[in-house]
């Protein structure tokens, strides 16, 4: 267990600037300090360093998500229309009640939320990879910069028909595969039982279509952080 | 204005003198304040402090005793004694004549 943790920590302390986690786990290793404890102490520092840099840009992010979602939660009947035609024709094929039911107040209020936030994510996936590449594009040279544009424009477009794919495609092939297994069972399906699996469905194919995209986000935000810290590179 | 934190840090580093770094510094908060400072605190706050100019920082020599891992050494500038110095003052100045103000001599109830 002990081990564990100061991996943890080794690994953990890798996100920190080179100087910063040579004194870091210098100081911990002078002080003889408990692992567990020098593990959450290393975990915070790591967190308060990467929100500082993150910081801005994660703010604004969900700052645009959640006016998304509002703007999405003023069109909820029509969006629950439209991703629930599926839904109500497959259970309809399948010969069970499409009047889905609910065991609390607050969940169908809960459903058209939960649908709001999915479709804000969708709106603001754009200005959102605008703001994880604003946080890269600084550390990036100018041919850098250029070559990853379109691939900022790619990534939302790649996110968006992924969302499309799921509704239109996937989720009404997948449902009467999912509910045909049921039929011996007596089916009392709930709003939230199902639109949490429909969701999550939607928004796990959308991210499976932008993985390229990030990807590529990612391998630049690693050159930028070798980048930064390349003298001690060549110091090893 | 400083923070308790900054104020504790300051002083930390200006007892230790050339000795002030990383690790003896929370000793030194941890001595003289009683409570353990976590090492999110300690460097947030030696960069935020460096950043206000009250402090230099510099990388120090690896020893034996780090695991030959090198120090972050800290020096008090001459701004951050005076902030310190102002911050004493404003704490004395306010707790003149306040009833849990130890005097010298009295014995504790």
New interface residues.
């Given amino acids: 267990m002990i081990r564990l943790c100061w991996w943890l920590i080794e690994t953990m302390s890798r996100l920190l600037e080179p100087?910063?986690r040579?004194?870091?786990?210098?100081?911990?290793?002078?002080?003889s300090e408990l692992a567990g404890r020098a593990l959450?102490?290393?975990l915070?520092?790591v967190?308060?360093?990467q929100l500082?840099s993150w910081g801005k840009q994660l703010l604004r992010s969900f700052a645009g998500v959640a006016i998304a979602s509002g703007f999405s939660f003023y069109f909820r009947d029509n969006i629950y229309g439209y991703l629930g035609r599926h839904l109500a024709h497959t259970l309809y094929v399948l010969s069970l009640s499409h009047n889905l039911t609910y065991a609390r107040p607050v969940y169908p209020f809960g459903l058209y939320l939960k649908l709001s936030i999915m479709c804000g994510l969708f709106l603001a996936s754009p200005y959102v990879l605008w703001q994880f590449w604003l946080s890269v594009s600084a550390g990036l040279s100018y041919q850098e910069k250029r070559s990853a544009w379109p691939v900022v424009a790619l990534s939302s477009a790649l996110f968006m028909s992924g969302g499309f794919f799921a509704c239109r495609v996937a989720l009404p092939a997948a449902l009467p595969f999912l509910i045909s297994h049921s039929i011996s069972f007596h089916p009392a399906v709930s709003i939230s039982a199902c639109w949490d699996t429909a969701a999550a469905f939607v928004v796990g194919v959308a991210l499976a279509f932008e993985l390229p995209g990030l990807c590529w986000l990612v391998h630049l935000s690693r050159r930028v952080a070798r980048r930064q810290r390349g003298p001690e590179i060549s110091r090893h | 204005m400083l923070g308790e934190f900054e104020y504790l840090m300051l002083s930390a580093s200006a007892r230790l003198g050339e000795h002030a770094?990383?690790?003896a510094i929370?000793?030194e908060i941890a001595n003289s304040a009683g409570y353990r400072c976590?090492?999110?605190?300690l460097?947030?706050t030696l960069d935020r402090l460096e950043k206000k100019g009250l402090i230099q920082t510099w990388?120090g020599e690896?020893?034996a005793?780090?695991?030959g891992?090198?120090?972050?050494m800290v020096r008090v500038t001459a701004k951050g004694v005076r902030a310190a110095a102002a911050f004493y003052e404003v704490v004395a100045r306010a707790s003149r004549g306040v009833s849990w103000v130890r005097k010298p001599g009295a014995v504790q109830p």
């Fill in positions: 100087n910063e040579d004194a870091v786990l210098g100081d911990l290793s002078e002080s959450l102490d290393v915070g520092l967190v308060r360093r500082a | 770094y990383g690790a929370r000793r976590s090492l999110g605190a460097y947030t990388m690896a020893t005793k780090r695991g891992r090198r120090k972050r």
